[in-house]
Nanobody, 121 residues
Framework: QLQAFGGGLVQAGDSLRLSCAPS????????MGWFRQAQGKERHFVAA????????YYADSVKGRFTISRDFAKNTVYLQLNSLKPEDTAVYYC????????????????WGKGTQVTVSS
């Protein structure tokens, strides 16, 4: 029901924009978020946006570099990744939970297929 797009191979300092486009239903009443999982490591919270779009939350490691937003007309959530670093390399997953989304992966209701982001030094 959720599909992430926009990953790729970039160099350090570059930017990417990831998109999350649900299919089959609207997620307008859901908090939406992004998580990432580096190879061989656990999945971690990256960013979240409230169901209204009025509040955003970020992991300390991406604060000031990444921006989450949502377009209700397009039923799409975005993650703008700026000033990318090699340590940002991971598979990025879109996530959704009714009303608000937790930073704990175990509490997420819906997961999308991930998109690979690779940052070379």
């Amino acid at each position: 029901q959720l599909q992430a797009f926009g990953g790729g191979l970039v160099q350090a300092g570059d930017s990417l924009r990831l998109s999350c486009a649900p299919s089959g239903r609207t997620f307008s009443s859901y908090g939406m978020g992004w998580f990432r999982q580096a190879q061989g490591k656990e999945r971690h919270f990256v960013a979240a946006i409230s169901w209204s779009g009025g509040s955003t939350y970020y992991a300390d490691s991406v604060k000031g570099r990444f921006t989450i937003s949502r377009d209700f007309a397009k039923n799409t959530v975005y993650l703008q990744l700026n000033s990318l670093k090699p340590e940002d390399t991971a598979v990025y997953y879109c996530a959704a939970s009714l009303r608000s989304i937790s930073s704990k992966p175990s509490e997420v209701q819906y997961w999308g297929k991930g998109t690979q982001v690779t940052v070379s030094s």
